[in-house]
């Protein structure tokens, strides 16, 4: 059975740095595409980034202050988060698709980890 745990997620002011760990088992990792989503309070959960085998993807909104990376041999999808806002406020979710190719769209994952908080002070 495939499972996603994702950690690293907490409480920072704004301007700090997060890393977020996704730990994949049961996934032929290496070739599926992994992707990070978001849900803040009260709103739909929203693509933040996404990487196949080498290609990485960032919606607009954390371009520049995020990056995903991915360690293979660790089967583990990281996601370091820098110049932290308090809209990047929410619960952060990791993503496996039994795909080569990543994608922005939720509906284009297969597993789904259960998340992680992440809260940015002001």
């Known amino acids: 059975q495939v499972q996603l745990v994702e950690s690293g997620g907490g409480l920072v002011q704004a301007g700090g740095s997060l890393r977020l760990s996704c730990a994949a088992s049961?996934?032929?990792?290496?070739?599926?595409?992994m992707g990070w989503f978001r849900r803040a309070p009260g709103k739909e959960r929203e693509f933040v980034a996404a990487?196949?085998?080498?290609?990485?993807s960032y919606a607009d909104s954390v371009k520049g202050r995020f990056t995903i990376s991915r360690d293979n041999a660790k089967n583990t999808v990281y996601l370091q988060m820098n110049s932290l806002k308090p809209e990047d406020t929410a619960v952060y979710y990791c993503?496996?698709?039994?795909?080569?190719?990543?994608?922005?769209?939720?509906?284009?994952?297969?597993?789904w980890g259960q998340g992680t908080q992440v809260t940015v002070s002001s």
């Open positions: 993503a496996g698709r039994l795909s080569y190719g990543s994608s922005p769209y939720e509906y284009n994952y297969d597993y």
């Open positions: 049961a996934l032929t990792f290496s070739r599926s595409a």
């Open positions: 990487i196949s085998r080498i290609i990485t």
